[in-house]
């Protein structure tokens, strides 16, 4: 019997814009491998251009990632080296290639990563705020009451945020996070990250959404604080109320919002409810 070579998968994390920090073990796989996947073929050929590679290359992106996934895979089965990479930065975050791992695993094909640059981490790191403990939430829904929503269940969270912001939407959304979080709450914005313009601003949220309402250009991420404490360890009942109102503002029904709001706080859902009751009353005369 013949026996078949042993194929691999490989996710290969590129450079997020300085095209130097392409390492060399990630330029030895580009050029080795027998296949190179890749969001949008034009852009990664000036990539592999760079690296010295002639492999031929196929498109893989959210579109198509079911049906091209498979196909790749039996690359990988039939003893392929397949190489998975995104637009910019590590695949699989924010970006095509979970997917095709889990389905790897399930079929037992080896699969491994070369790291490399990451926009989240690079931001992360210059933004001054803590890093033992963060959280990456990706891109917020595009609809306003569906953000509003993810906002509100992140308002509480005690770790540092990391958020991808498309330039266009970066002053609305920065607003958004300021009317849920606190106007007053820590934050940064890294734009064009490794690239000749990088530049990061440090303040407050507030601040950062009206210096944003002049326009932001290029590739960004936004960094928040985690919510303070209180001596209790959990926000006040007008801080929880306000999020309610705020969450009612945005188009949710009063029930609706409570009960996000004391899911994502631990808070008491029928005293919230009283709490805001209250709040809207009317003040009695003498």
Do not use: C
């Not at 095709?100 to 931001?123: F, K, M, N, Y």
């Not at 009612?248 to 009751?277: H, I, K, N, P």
Request: glycine share 10%; proline share 6%.
């Amino acid at each position: 019997m013949t026996e078949v070579p042993a194929g691999r998968l490989v996710l290969v994390a590129t450079p997020i814009g300085n095209l130097g920090d392409l390492s060399p073990r990630a330029a030895a796989a580009l050029a080795e491998a027998d296949v190179v996947a890749a969001e949008d073929t034009r852009r990664s050929g000036r990539l592999l251009g760079h690296a010295g590679a002639s492999t031929a290359m196929v498109s893989y992106h959210e579109h198509n990632e079911e049906t091209r996934g498979r196909e790749l895979l039996d690359r990988v089965a039939a003893g392929e080296m397949v190489v998975v990479i995104s637009d910019a930065g590590t695949p699989a975050v924010a970006d095509p290639g979970y997917r095709i791992v889990r389905e790897a695993v399930a079929r037992g094909l080896d699969v491994t990563a070369i790291p490399g640059p990451a926009a989240a981490l690079q931001a992360l790191i210059l933004s001054g705020l803590p890093t033992d403990r963060f959280a990456f939430e990706g891109f917020l829904p595009r609809k306003a009451g569906l953000r509003d929503r993810r906002l509100a269940e992140l308002a509480a969270d005690p770790r540092t945020l990391v958020l991808y912001v498309p330039p266009h939407r970066a002053a609305a959304e920065l607003r958004a996070m300021a009317a849920a979080f606190g106007a007053e709450r820590p934050a940064a914005l890294a734009r064009e990250l490794t690239k000749l313009h990088e530049e990061v601003w440090h303040g407050r949220l507030g601040q950062l959404a009206e210096r944003a309402g002049s326009g932001v250009r290029g590739e960004v991420t936004v960094v928040v604080g985690g919510a303070p404490a209180d001596a209790t360890g959990a926000p006040d009942v007008a801080t929880l109320v306000a999020r309610v109102e705020r969450l009612v503002a945005g188009g949710r029904s009063r029930r609706d919002a409570v009960a996000e709001v004391a899911a994502a706080t631990g808070a008491s859902r029928r005293e919230l409810y009283q709490a805001v009751l209250d709040a809207s009353a009317p003040p009695q005369g003498d």
